[in-house]
């Protein structure tokens, strides 16, 4: 900012009191109809409010949340904080009287403003000053709410791949919520009295630690024709790949442990399931755990030349898969974005289902009936026996 300007923000504002010499941060009172209004202001483009932090008293949030859509307009077309101040006394005092701001709050609820002002003001500083300032951002929180801020992460790995984590906090008392694009296996909790340079180095922690399983994955995408998920993320540890026609194979990685042999499933009818199963079954112990790529074991392991890739029509490659939707529901993918996993055996039907709408299916028929984890009933499709999980 220049000196004019600071000068006429003190002079304007005198209870607005900057708490730095760029005058990019305020803590103080903005006097408006005869009252007091407690408000704290950072700003990460001086003299602009573009991007501003904006915390105040309960009593005026509440009141400025019925004037969001003025304030976005101020805040995006990005002018001064002076300009910005003068229409904010201007709103507040047309505000009160109008009868649209109450004339008291409880001590309760100013001791908690307070207590939140100060821990947030504690945070943007010493972001501010850490050796992460460059991966570690402040945005508003995902209500739009002027109390509440969260913070981003971010991390570039060596393969050039982008991670990102969000940090939410309920309270200046509680521990953080961090959300990450990390599989369900990796723990990621942060507790209270972290700074935010310790819980950033926590999530780059995690994130180096998943190098070989991200590694084993992007290969797998690369070279398979992989139709579940559908659009994979980060977290996703499994793969199901095509491997024949009407055949395909379920992968479940371990993220910790990505070079151990996986889970492996195998989705089709008996009889094009049998080949690949025998062939399994004989190579298992070639698996070599050290160095060796996920493809060429596979491949070896199910006794074949290349494993399918995905066809680069794309009208092609879902022509291709349409012949797998549920005979049940005629869909390729539920809402959750499942494709059929459960095959009728008779040679001569062989037709998919999705196993929730075979789980459906078979509950409604007396004649079905429970064996442990599985539900066993006759095909909808040609009456062979059939079964499916038991679905909570």
Known sequence: MDDKQNLQILKEFP??????RTFSTFNGFVVAGGEDFHVYIDLPNPPSVRGMVFFCQLKLRWFLDSC??????WENSGISLLE??????????VGIQHGKLEKCESSSHMENLIEKIQFYSRLIKEVQSSQWKEEISIEDGSSREFNEIQLRFYKK???????????????ATSC?????DLPSQVELTVSKGMTASQMYEKFVEAVDRLQDFWNLVDDIDESCWVIDPEQPKRKDSYRRIIIGTNVSLYLSIDPLDPHKRPDI???GSERTVMPFRNSLQENLEQWDSIGVNIVSSLTRLLGLQELPSKPSDEAGSLGAIEQGECSICLCLRLDDGLLPSEVCNNALCAVPFHAACLFVWLQSFPTSHQNFNRLYGECPNCNSAISCPILS
């Open 68 to 73: 969001k859509s003025d304030l976005q307009e």
């Open 265 to 267: 499933t195998f989705i």
């Open 15 to 20: 209870m607005l009191i900057p708490q730095n």
């Open 176 to 180: 953080p919520l961090i959300i990450a």
């Open 84 to 93: 910005f101040l003068i229409r904010l006394k201007n709103l507040i005092a």
């Open 157 to 171: 790995d060596e393969f050039d791949r982008v991670h990102t984590a969000l940090v939410k906090f309920e309270s």
